[in-house]
């Protein structure tokens, strides 16, 4: 069964440096979305991009987050100069359609910002 | 804004017995969707159930099946039968008509064999 793949699983970097995570969304799906959990809270919506543009996103996705669809199979989100509070489990996810469409998540991305 | 709340940071069950997670969410809208996730140890979220609000009937997925009551904007989740796989964290999420899912803090379900 096709998943979504992440990677690094874990990223640790210095407080101002820049990070790319990286996702392979399931190859038919339209739809990509990030999300993080920052350790012991709920799982937050950051963004959502739909024919290679932000469709939604949330008053957490400031100018220090972008995302980009490179090619035709990675979706990234980039943090541009990263806080103490950017810590947290990254999630990627798609779905096939938009709506009551399931979405598709993946193992998520540990980042640790020192 | 929409909330979810679950109240069950932990729960645990018995192998063969039957365990009951609620969920509670705050919302305005009455066209909107309802999801239970589960995410095993170090694995991906994988939908368990899903139930739209202009459905009356409850969802029901083998042994999963949910008591939605949405004047009281209850979704609580039963698991029949509990077997040592179900063991996991329980996310409970809420979705309206855009993209955004709203997600509970979990509960981390632990079965005894």
């Known amino acids: 069964e096709p998943e979504v793949t992440q990677t690094p699983s874990h990223q640790v970097t210095q407080m101002g440096q820049e990070v790319i995570l990286r996702c392979v969304p399931i190859s038919n799906h339209l739809y990509f979305y990030w999300y993080r959990q920052i350790l012991g809270q709920k799982v937050e919506f950051l963004v959502s991009?739909?024919?290679?543009?932000?469709?939604?996103k949330s008053e957490i996705f400031d100018d220090q987050f972008s995302v980009e669809r490179p090619d035709g199979s990675n979706f990234t989100l980039k943090i541009r100069s990263t806080k103490l509070e950017d810590s947290a489990m990254y999630f990627c996810?798609?779905?096939?359609?938009?709506?009551?469409?399931?979405?598709?998540f993946g193992p998520g991305t540990r980042l640790t910002v020192t | 804004a929409q909330t979810v709340t679950q109240s069950q940071p932990e729960m645990s069950v018995q192998e063969a017995e039957t365990v009951t997670l609620s969920c509670t969410y705050d919302?305005?809208?009455?066209?909107?969707?309802l999801f239970w996730y589960k995410q095993p140890p170090s694995r991906q979220m994988i939908l368990v159930i899903r139930?739209?609000?202009?459905?009356?009937q409850n969802a029901t997925e083998n042994r999963f099946s949910v008591n939605f009551q949405k004047a009281a904007k209850s979704f609580s989740l039963k698991i029949s039968d509990s077997q040592l796989g179900d063991a996991a964290m329980y996310f409970c999420?809420?979705?309206?008509?855009?993209?955004?899912?709203?997600f509970g803090t979990g509960t981390s379900l632990t079965v005894i064999p």
């Open positions: 996810a798609s779905s096939r359609l938009a709506g009551a469409y399931e979405q598709y």
């Open positions: 999420a809420y979705r309206r008509s855009g993209n955004q899912f709203y």
């Open positions: 139930q739209e609000a202009y459905k009356q």
């Open positions: 991009f739909y024919n290679n543009e932000i469709s939604e």
């Open positions: 919302t305005s809208e009455s066209d909107y969707y």
